[in-house]
């Protein structure tokens, strides 16, 4: 059977982000053994869905895995879902489709890799139970999208001194809030988690209109910030387990 898989992302206009998905889905294809692994996007620049599934089909497939490559489980990829879902009857081709990047122990995982390199880099040796996390999220008015969150917050909180969030936008805390709430737990190094998929605007640009601000406002002894979950290998095996999941259930 010849099956290809494609990632269907929010979008971004950056070239950061494009080069980590081409980088995702080549290793994706070259571990999963697919006929061909791409990318498309919901919004903001294309390919859109539809050119994105077009393709695909044109590639002569007997099967599709369509991968939502977002961390929240919110509205956004339900409509990816269903956009897909109305080219399913057009064709002979089989899809299915996966569940998002969300509610795993996995991006638990890749978060704890991400602080302790943070840790590493900046050479501070604390031990974790004198270490406190931030965790920075986009932000979503779905509810599903929050239970995600405190997925990974639950399970970072046995690790270290203290574990909280904030989001860039829709909801609060928002980031001044969160710093504001991490200054008065007095931490000896507060490590700050971009959580984040690519290295889009929100990574370069936007979080830093309102962290910088915070930050000077704060008296935090010390802060260091992690790279976003980028191309991380953790996050290809991810990509693979939530396919095979559904490949071999159909």
């Not at 992302?9 to 998905?21: F, I, N, V, Y």
């Not at 290793?27 to 539809?50: A, M, R, S, W």
């Not at 599903?144 to 829709?170: G, W």
């Amino acid at each position: 059977m010849k099956r290809g898989l494609l990632l269907i992302d929010r979008g971004s206009r950056e070239l950061e982000a494009k080069d980590e998905l081409e980088y995702i889905c080549k290793k994706v294809q070259q571990k999963g053994g697919y006929t061909f692994v791409n990318y498309c996007f919901l919004e903001v620049v294309p390919p859109f869905i539809e050119e994105g599934i077009t393709g695909c089909l044109k590639e002569k497939i007997d099967a599709l895995t369509i991968v939502p490559y977002f961390l929240y489980p919110g509205k956004k990829v339900k409509i990816a879902v269903s956009e897909a879902a109305k080219l399913q009857v057009k064709t002979k081709v089989r899809f299915v489709v996966t569940k998002p990047m969300s509610m795993h122990k996995t991006m638990v995982d890749i978060v704890n890799s991400k602080i302790e390199s943070a840790l590493k880099k900046n050479n501070i040796a604390l031990p974790n139970n004198k270490v406190d996390v931030l965790v920075i999220g986009h932000g979503s008015k779905d509810p599903n999208a929050q239970i995600s969150m405190k997925y990974v917050i639950d399970n970072l909180t046995p690790t270290y001194r203290n574990v909280s969030h904030c989001f860039l936008e829709i909801e609060e805390p928002n980031i001044a809030q969160g710093i504001q709430k991490c200054d008065k737990d007095n931490p000896e190094v507060l490590v700050i988690v971009f959580y984040f998929l690519h290295e889009g605007a929100h990574v370069k640009r936007d979080i830093y209109q309102d962290l910088n601000p915070a930050l000077e406002k704060s008296s935090l002894k010390k802060t260091i910030i992690t790279e976003h979950i980028g191309t991380d290998e953790k996050m290809i095996d991810f990509v693979l387990e939530r396919a095979r999941e559904v490949e071999n259930a159909n």
